[in-house]
């Protein structure tokens, strides 16, 4: 990704030094290809490759009379978010810590957490909008009921959306260059596929198994998302783990992270 235009020092900053930086932002996420179909159109994509397959279609009474498919629309909503928080996100940000970005904007009136904000804003949003995809995709080609308990559907998301993006912003703070962000984000990417359900969903996972994986954030977001999608309000402890989560992280990646 290119550089953000940084306004020269001693110059006036653009009236609102965050909605300024957002602007570039955006610009060059827009510019991202890659990027954009990895997180918007690749789990939609892999949704609509898995609903081919058709004993995948079928419902199944040890499934609760449900499909694989229907099981698979909330992985592949997170699908996104792990793209996103985890192969996305961590390099952009440590490339400019390592191309000296971050040090250079802290002579400006921008100031450098601007342009972490801007980060989270964006990879939050493709996120959100990746989710719309998926499942209006399962609606309308395999016939997946729309999420019954909308509240609580949307608040699990929402946590779901923050874990992912606070697991980069630790990877951010961790990693000291892009390649070693990429080579972290990568052992986490395969860890989190797995929790979330990307090879097989949780619910088919052996008694133990699923019982770890559901203190994993994303494990528990997958649970979280499945419970709302089917009409009960998300278990309170599926919830409380990714609160958890995202206190650990966040207060983690606050006190790690590293401007220069």
Excluded: N
């Amino acid at each position: 990704m290119t550089t953000t235009a940084i306004p020269a020092a001693g110059r006036t900053a653009p009236r609102g030094p965050l909605a300024a930086v957002l602007r570039a932002e955006t610009r060059l996420f827009l510019r991202e290809p890659g990027s954009l179909f990895w997180i918007l159109l690749f789990p939609a994509l892999l949704l609509a490759i898995l609903g081919l397959i058709p004993s995948f279609r079928e419902e199944d009474e040890a499934l609760g009379g449900r499909s694989v498919i229907d099981l698979y629309v909330p992985v592949a909503v997170l699908l996104s978010m792990i793209m996103s928080g985890l192969q996305a996100m961590p390099p952009v940000l440590t490339g400019y810590r390592e191309r000296g970005i971050l040090r250079r904007m802290s002579a400006t009136p921008v100031r450098p957490s601007a342009l972490l904000a801007a980060q989270i804003v964006l990879h939050g949003a493709a996120s959100l909008g990746s989710a719309v995809l998926v499942v209006a995709l399962g609606r309308t080609a395999f016939g997946t009921p729309l999420p019954r308990q909308v509240p609580g559907y949307l608040l699990a998301l929402v946590l779901a959306v923050v874990c992912a993006l606070a697991l980069g912003a630790a990877i951010c703070a961790l990693a000291a260059t892009a390649k070693a962000a990429t080579a972290v984000g990568t052992v986490v990417y395969v860890l989190m596929m797995f929790a979330a359900g990307v090879w097989f969903p949780v619910q088919t996972m052996p008694g133990l198994l699923r019982r770890i994986v559901e203190f994993t954030p994303l494990g528990a977001a997958s649970q979280a998302l499945d419970q709302a999608a089917t009409g009960s309000w998300p278990g309170w402890s599926h919830l409380a783990v990714m609160v958890v989560w995202i206190g650990l992280l966040g207060a983690g990646s606050v006190r790690l992270f590293r401007w220069q």
